[in-house]
Structure formats: C-alpha cells, structure tokens
C-alpha cells in the first residue's frame, strides 16, 4: 500500500517584520493577484493555506475591494482555508485577554469571508502557553498544529498536548517546520526523491501517512504543484501525494498511543525558541502592558458597569482591541523587526492605550452623575475585582493641612507633595492676535481652568513719555479704555487684563462680555496683556482605606490636619510601614527588606551589568565578558515624608564598557573604552502596603549589554512560578536547548514571577518587564531590565550557531537615552497563592481611579458601594455585548471550586458560553469550576 504524503500549498505571511507593512502588503498583493485566478482555473491546484490569519485577506481586500466575492466563493467552497486567527500572535508577549480577542476576530472575520478553518494552527510562535489546549477547545477545535517550543519527550510526528484544566487537543507537530516542503520540484522524480528523504529524515517518528507544508516565509504559490503531483502519481506506486488542506489530512491521522505533553511548550530541542525576545525592546513591552491594562482593567470593565447600555463605545473599543491583537503578531510584539516597524508598533500601542485612557475618564464620569454625594467631591473607583485599600493623588483648593471624611465618617490624612498657585499665565498680543487669546475662552473657562472673576485696567502712553495706569474698572466689570490717534505725539493703548481662577465652589463668571472687549481692542490695534491668577490647590495623596472590588466610595476633603499613628514612614536611609521594614546600604545602593513576622533579606536590588553579544532574538555574551555589579558612589535622599506614602531616592554612579567588539556573525569582547551612568532609583512604601515599589531611571548611553537586578531570596528554590495566560506555571531551574539553540533559563512572565518554597518566597512584579531567570543555584532571583543590541539577527552568536533573521544593524535596540523601569518586591510567607500575587499584582499595576462629584439628575447609587462581585476565581475580562454584560473568569487554584457573582448587589444568572459565544450551560448565583477552567460568562442584564 502506498505511503500518503500530504502536501499543503501555504504561504507563511509576515505582515512586517525586516520590512514595514505596506512594503510587504505590495507583495501580498502580488501573490493574492497571481493566485486567486489560478484557483479558479486550475482544478489540480486544489488547496491553498492563507497562514491562519484573517488580517492579510483584509489587508488585501483594502487594495482589491472587488475581490471579495471570489474570496467568499473560494473560502466557502474549502479550495481557500483562512482563519481561525485575525493574526498569528506571540503566545508569551501578549496577555491571554489578547489572544482570546485575537481568535474571535478571526473567528467572525473568517465566517462573514466564507468559513473559518477548525485547525488551531500555531506553525511560528515562540513557544506555546499552558492554556492554549484548553483555548482551542473553548472555541471548537480538536486539532493544533505546531513546530517551536515542542520537548525531546516528543519522539513522534503528533501527540496530545494538555492544559492543566484536563482539556486536551491532538497536536501534529511540523517536523523539519512549516517550511519542510518548500520549494516542490517542477519535476515527479525529483519529487519522489525529495519524499524518500523526508521519510528517511523522519525515521521512527512518522506514524502513517506524511504531511509536507509547501510554502516559506512571504513565498509565492507554485503554480507547477498540482501537474508534478499527477504525474509523480503516474510513474510509480510508493508514494500517493495529494494536494490537500490541514483538515482534510489531520480527520483520519492516528491518535492512539500517543505521548500526552502537559502545559506550555518551550523547548529548543529541536528548534529554536529564540528565549531573548521578552527583553530585547523592554519599550515596546511596556507599551504593550500598558494598552493591555487601560482597556482590559480599566475602560472596558468600567464602561460595561457604569456607562448606560445605550452609550457603551462598542466602536471605540473594537479600534483599540483591533490596534491591540495587530500587534500582537510574533515579530511586531517581539520586537524583532526593523526600526521603522517598531516606531509603527509602538504608536499602535499608543493609540490603543489613549483610547482606553479616554474611555475611562467618560465611564468615571457618568459614574460620578449616579452617585448621591454633594458636588466637588472625591470618588475613587476600585476597577478590578479585590476589595483593597490604596493610595490616590489628589488636588485640593487653598492652602495648609487638609484631610480626607470617608463615607463611613473616618478621617484620612491628607500628606501635602506641594501647593501651586498665582500667576499661571502670561501674554501681551497686540491687534489682531487677540484672536488667539479668544481661542482659549469657553463660557466661563479660559486655558481649561474656571474663572471667578476679572479686572481691567487701562494704561495709556505716548511715543514720548509712559502713560499712567488707571485705576482697575471693578471685578467682571470691565470698560473700554479710548485714546487719541491725532496730534503732535502718537498715544498707544495698552489694556492690563487679570482673570482669577474660581477656587472650590466659588460662583463662575460668564466670559462672554469680555471676549467683545478683547476682540474690539484687537480691532482698534490696542495691546492686550493678559494674566491668569491660579486659585492656591494643594497636591496631595491619601489613603483610601478599603474599596470593594468593582466599587466605588466618596470621599469629602475638609480644611485642617487628621491625627494618625500609622502610616509610611522614612528616615535618612528607611522606609517603613506595619508591614515592612527597608534599610538602604549607603555604600553599595542595595538595600534589606525586613517583614513584621519576621522574614529578612539583604543585598535587595543589586544591578548586575554585562555584555550582551546577541540579537533582538537572543542574548549571548561576548566570548570575554566584564560584568559591573558595584557602583562607584551611592547617594540617598528623602523624597517623600509619608504618611500615606514615603520615598527614598538612590543615586548610583557606575562606570560600564561603551560597547561591545563584534560584527554582524558574532561578539568577541566588551571594550575598553568606558561612560559614565549614574541609575536613579526611586524606593516607594505606601501605607498598609506589603511590597515595595522601585523605579529605575537612567540615561542609558552604553550599547551591547544586559542589566539586570538581583534579589536574594529568603531560602533556596528548586524552580519559579510565573504567571502566564490564565494560568501560573511551574519551570524548573534549567531549560531544555538543542543543537541549535542553547538552552538559557531566562523565562517570561505576564505580570509577576514568584521564587519560593513552601515556607517563604520572594515575588517580583513588574510593568512590561517580561524576563526573568532563577540564578545562584535557585538562591537568587534576577529580572532584566534592559538588554541593548545592535543587530536584527547575527549569523551565529555564541549561544546559538545560525541566524534567525536577517543580518540587519538597527539603532533602535540598543535604547539609547532615557529608560526606565518600574517593578514591585513582594518578601511573604508561603507560595504565590497564599502571598496572593496576583491580587498584589493588580494593587501594584492597576491603581484606583479618581474624578469629581458633578451634579445630575440621576443620582441613584449610594456615596459606596459595588457594581459586581466576583468571588472565587480571577478575572479577565467585563464586557458589554448586546445581549448583556459578558464576565471572563478562571480557576488558579488546584483544586475545584465554586465562583459567586452578584451584580448589583443581586445573584447574577445567565449562560457559560464559549469563544464563539454558543451556550453551554446555564447558571444563577454560582457555580462550579474544575482546577484551572476558564469560563465565559454572558449575564442576563
């Protein structure tokens, strides 16, 4: 019986990468140009893959509109498969949230173009999450097809890969890549011969029948493929080669007796893995956390629970997701692409992140119209699901100590940063270019402020002597001045305005009798000098005290300082707080962490400095390595008093090699030349809390190195949990590398990586600061901050022998100029879930948020209280859908348990749904899920 070999006409589609966008959209075109007729008229040419991802047939049909029915018909017909992805992301750069917003787009975008193919395929991330198993599932799939990150365990050409839930799909593994049959032979006895070698090269893995992928990165379709098959078919009877897609070959392929793989794949046995990409542009990943939080944890949870269904930004949201998922392909959010890519990624990020910023102060803003609280007073919002306590800034009119009244009627002092206040603004525009200054009035604001009143007064001179200032016309009640044009010497009129800004509840002026004014100085040539006196405001932050998750409370600010005996508090070289206790070394910046029950470790926060010979792909250090792990001078200053949040600043001078000697194949040594860089370090300790903040800022002007700082752990670990999408695994303290990549264990993590033991642990989270690596033999825990590269890709650095892109010089990864870093140092008792990281987590990256009290009509909430209640798993997602409010949640326990909604203080019901948004189940109140589920909730109001 013949041997079947499989051969799937594919192309695998970059949208940028070493080229930007729109340059790699001219030759999509091309493709799509050349291969849409040949579908239609060559019937032997029968299959083509569009790579899984939906964007590129959008991207096309923005260029060739009129090319939409024959993609329908295609599509429909299966000749063309597309989807299950609006792009193929990076499974590790980007949050769960994404990829399942990711699958959806692609989901739908697929249907309306014809049919969606049901392959989770996967053939070029950089390794695969835990979850992704139970994801494929949510959505319908049985089938996953992938190539990178899968371990030597796996000695067969498919196994079952298994998420920690139970959910499990049958995983066909892309032996020799999606590339393993490129480049098909215009020739049957070639193609027969080529077969023979992949049979031989496969050996023992093959299970049956043969699966070659034809087509590579950006390759056209060969238009030979369908004839060499027919006539390889006629000249001999081993083989039977078809021209087929993925789900037509992979229904009937062998699943019994398969290996079963559990959680994330990142192996570089047999591929590489290319571990460097988390830390090789930390800019582009922190863009990245920050759009993720301000639509995930900030605008779309607050819009869905407080802005009227009517006026949900469906719209808003949809460009900012859609900014957000394009991003998130594997070279975009990786970072490694040219530098015009980046700069294009980044304002993507940028314009995501300023839509979630917007719609988050219009959802504030309608909740402050629903709450019974008197004008001009303070609310704080809890956006995520915890109820906690934190500490917001504020600004309060007047001047000297204030304080804080909570709904429950508890004072809460208010520690002064600084007072502002008098002159503010200050023009002189003569004749027509009053017009500018009228540009800034609106009714009774002027530059954005509120005005409460102004004055008038007149000055008159002459060419040859100053003229005398009349006295002011009265507040608000402002006269034209009048002078002469004729005469011996020519009178020049100059009208001196001050605008008062309105403090607190002060009546506002209407501005509209004074813009006449100003616009007929302007039209006689008069000179207008104009001055805004700013109203004195106080900046201040407070302690809230504890706010439900999903809540809100009003908080009334009132003249006079508050008694308090707790708090943050800081010396000449401490922060301390009820919970910890930070004492700075003077002599090397690095600091103890001591905790009230007891925990103590020293040498906290050492920055470690070394070359770095690698790529935007992978670090590896020069052949000679210098490594600075001490700094030159240390100098420590009090920034912040307390009480509600205390800070030192840590001045570190460090002399570090220039750069690094090499060229574009690889990295010999760090050079003798030196720079100067002095780190600011700022340790921040708010009151109640139990991590310490830090924040690094340096004008990085060294290329070629990795830093990185270093904590001592508590006690000696085996391994590190991090958290990943909807899951935290366990990695051990080695990985596993290959011939073609060394196997380094520097992991990513989303948010937070803990090292511990079952006694205490040290927990690290981070703003965008995706890796981290368990050194020291598992006593130490290291996270980068920032590693400077200049090239694409080298040929063949030390720790791995080939290229991985294009042997490209870029500027942009070396991050000249100013950088920083922010991070949070959790020291606890037990592991990650009973330190509860992920609920530091939020409290560290997703502050409360704050507006003012407006009058409205629709006061119908009390001064605190809680939109929903989510009890019993995390939570990804609140959303608004037409049919009602959809709730994402999962299990990150290891053990079954029951999750409680209440939304607006009643027992929700609804439906859990899956990633289509089918039905599965109904539930009221509660219910049950397994260890690690994840469940989509549809609510029925």
């Not at 008062?500 to 100085?521: M, N, P, S, V, W």
Request: net charge negative; hydrophobic share 40%.
């Amino acid at each position: 019986m013949p041997t079947r070999v499989a051969i799937v006409p594919h192309t695998h589609w970059d949208r940028e990468w070493y080229s930007p966008f729109q340059t790699f959209r001219l030759r999509l075109v091309r493709l799509l140009d050349a291969l849409l007729p040949m579908l239609e008229s060559d019937l032997s040419y029968s299959r083509f893959l569009l790579d899984g991802q939906t964007a590129v047939l959008d991207d096309y049909l923005e260029v060739r509109p009129e090319a939409a029915p024959t993609l329908a018909r295609l599509a429909s017909s299966g000749r063309l498969a597309i989807g299950p992805w609006m792009v193929l992301m990076d499974e590790f750069m980007v949050s769960g949230e994404t990829m399942v917003r990711d699958l959806q787009f692609g989901i739908a975008r697929g249907s309306e173009l014809g049919g969606v193919m049901d392959v989770g395929y996967l053939p070029d991330m950089f390794g695969h999450v835990a979850q992704m198993p139970q994801l494929l599932r949510l959505a319908g799939f049985e089938h996953a097809v992938v190539w990178r990150g899968v371990p030597s365990a796996v000695e067969q050409t498919a196994f079952w890969w298994e998420a920690p839930d139970g959910s499990r799909v049958r995983a066909e593994y892309l032996y020799g890549s999606y590339s393993n049959g490129r480049d098909i032979p215009d020739d049957a006895k070639r193609l027969v011969a080529r077969a023979r070698d992949y049979e031989q090269e496969l050996g023992p893995a093959r299970l049956r029948d043969m699966l070659l992928m034809n087509g590579t990165d950006h390759q056209m379709p060969q238009a030979w493929l369908g004839r060499v098959v027919a006539e390889a078919n006629a000249v001999q009877d081993e083989y039977e080669f078809a021209v087929t897609s993925l789900p037509e070959y992979l229904v009937d392929q062998p699943s019994d007796g398969l290996v079963t793989i559990t959680g994330e794949l990142r192996s570089g046995a047999r591929a590489n893995l290319l571990m460097g990409v988390g830390s090789n542009r930390v800019d582009v990943h922190r863009a990245c956390a920050r759009a993720e939080r301000a639509l995930e944890k900030r605008a779309e949870p607050l819009s869905a629970l407080f802005m009227p269904a009517t006026r949900y930004p469906h719209a808003l949201l949809d460009i900012a997701w859609r900014k957000l998922v394009l991003n998130s392909a594997h070279d975009s959010s990786c970072a490694c692409s040219s530098d015009e890519v980046v700069e294009q990624v980044l304002v993507r990020y940028y314009e995501s992140r300023q839509i979630g910023d917007g719609l988050t102060t219009d959802a504030l803003r309608a909740l402050a119209g629903q709450v019974r609280a008197p004008a001009g007073a303070t609310l704080v919002a809890n956006p995520t699901a915890r109820a906690r306590a934190g500490v917001v800034e504020a600004r309060v009119p007047g001047t000297g100590p204030c304080h804080f009244v909570g709904p429950d009627g508890v004072a809460h002092p208010a520690q002064l940063i600084d007072e502002v206040g008098g002159e503010g603004f200050h023009t002189m525009v003569t004749g027509q270019k009053v017009r500018w200054v009228l540009d800034l009035m609106r009714a009774s604001e002027f530059a954005g402020r509120q005005i409460h009143s102004y004055e008038i007064t007149d000055i008159d001179t002459t060419d040859d002597q100053p003229g005398a200032a009349a006295e002011p016309t009265g507040s608000g009640d402002a006269t034209r001045g009048t002078g002469e044009l004729g005469g011996v010497a020519r009178a020049t009129h100059t009208h001196d305005i001050v605008l008062h800004e309105a403090r607190g509840a002060a009546e506002r002026i209407d501005l509209t009798e004074l813009k006449e004014q100003i616009l007929a100085f302007g039209e006689a040539g008069h000179t207008v000098r104009l001055r805004l006196l700013v109203a004195p405001v106080r900046h201040v932050v407070f302690d809230t005290g504890e706010i439900e998750g999903f809540g809100w409370s009003c908080f009334t600010a009132t003249e006079g300082g508050a008694a308090t005996d707790v708090g943050a508090r800081v010396s000449a070289n401490e922060l301390s707080n009820d919970h910890l206790r930070v004492i700075v070394d003077p002599i090397d910046g690095t600091y103890a962490i001591e905790t009230t029950d007891g925990l103590r470790v020293e040498g906290c926060g050492r920055l470690v400095d070394d070359g770095d010979g690698g790529d935007t792909y992978n670090y590896s250090p020069p052949e000679s390595d210098v490594v600075i792990d001490r700094p030159d001078a240390v100098r420590i200053a009090i920034a912040e008093a307390g009480p509600a949040r205390a800070r030192l600043r840590i001045e570190s001078d460090y002399t570090w090699p220039a750069f690094a000697v090499g060229d574009d194949r690889s990295c010999s040594r760090r050079s003798e030349e030196t720079v100067a860089v002095t780190v600011r370090t700022t340790l921040e300790l708010q009151a109640g809390e139990r991590c310490l903040r830090v924040a690094h800022e340096l004008d990085n002007r060294a290329r070629d190195h990795r830093l990185r700082a270093h904590f001592p752990l508590p006690a000696p670990v085996d391994g590190s949990d991090a958290e990943c999408a909807f899951a935290v695994v366990h990695r051990e303290l080695t990985a596993e590398g290959g011939v073609h990549e060394f196997g380094l264990p520097t992991f990513p993590s989303r948010r937070f990586v803990d090292a511990s033991d079952s006694f205490a642990g040290l927990a690290l989270l981070h703003d965008g600061l995706l890796e981290y690596e368990v050194v020291d033999g598992g006593n130490a825990l290291a996270i980068t901050l920032l590693r400077a590269v200049g090239y694409l890709s080298r040929v063949e650095p030390q720790l791995r022998p080939n290229p991985a892109g294009p042997p490209d010089a870029l500027a942009g990864p070396q991050l000249p100029g100013a950088q920083r870093a922010e991070y949070a140092v959790y020291l606890h008792r037990g592991d990650w879930r009973a330190a509860d990281c992920y609920g530091a987590a939020d409290a560290f990256l997703v502050p409360f948020e704050r507006t003012r009290i407006a009058p409205h009509s629709d006061q119908t909430r009390e001064v605190t209280g809680a939109a929903l209640r989510v009890d019993g798993a995390e939570v990804s997602a609140v959303r608004r859908v037409p049919g009602g409010l959809v709730v994402r949640v999962f299990r990150s326990a290891a053990e079954p348990g029951t999750v409680t909604l209440e939304h607006d203080a009643v027992p929700a019901r609804g439906f859990v749904i899956d990633l289509r948004g089918q039905p599965i189940r109904s539930f009221e109140g509660d219910l049950e899920l397994r260890p690690f589920e994840i469940a989509t909730l549809q609510l029925d109001r």
